[in-house]
């Protein structure tokens, strides 16, 4: 869908920002009647362009100060299928997600944990013992900002 106007890339800035917007608020505030602004929002969601909510959580809140990424390889991918891997470290429930990735490593990690001591643990006892699981790197998280992305 190339087609997209200044008023739909100002809807989608509005809801990259809060996408509990109702269409009635978001036409107010792009000048748009709620019936317009409506239908614009069910146009891009049918086109594939909003695919979905997220809610957005505060870890830290919940008790989980510290966020590593690890950059994964597996130690031979022919003697485990990619497929045991994945299936394995999603059912993790520190690691918050896992992206197969071309380059270094095989797979990226996002692991949350309370403390370092908690990271340890999860680390030894859980990711360690994966299979097929060869060299690991982690990063640590030090800072993360948002930032807009190309939509503004």
Same mark, same amino acid.
């Given at each position: 869908?190339?087609?997209?106007?200044?008023?739909?890339?100002?809807?989608?800035?509005?809801?990259?920002?809060?996408a509990t917007q109702s269409a009635g608020a978001l036409a107010r505030d792009l000048g748009l009647s709620q019936p317009a602004a409506w239908r614009r929002i069910r146009r891009l969601q049918t086109a594939g362009i909003l695919a979905g909510q997220r809610v957005v959580v505060n870890r830290e809140t919940l008790g989980f100060g510290?966020?590593? &990424?690890?950059?994964?390889?597996?130690?031979?991918?022919?003697?485990?299928?990619?497929?045991? &891997? +994945?299936?394995?470290?999603?059912?993790?429930? +520190?690691?918050?997600?896992?992206?197969h990735v071309?380059?270094?490593?095989?797979?990226?990690?996002?692991?949350?944990?309370?403390?370092?001591a908690d990271f340890e643990r999860v680390l030894r006892r859980r990711i360690m013992t994966l299979p097929g699981?060869?060299?690991?790197?982690?990063?640590?998280?030090?800072?993360? +900002?948002?930032?807009?992305?190309?939509?503004g």
């Open positions: 869908m190339n087609d997209l106007d200044a008023c739909d890339h100002a809807l989608l800035r509005a809801l990259a920002q809060d510290v966020t590593v &990424f690890l950059g994964v390889k597996l130690a031979t991918k022919g003697r485990v299928s990619l497929e045991d &891997f +994945e299936r394995a470290v999603t059912a993790i429930p +520190e690691v918050q997600l896992v992206q071309l380059g270094l490593y095989d797979y990226r990690l996002r692991v949350v944990a309370r403390d370092l699981l060869g060299q690991v790197e982690a990063n640590v998280l030090l800072s993360e +900002e948002r930032l807009p992305g190309p939509l």
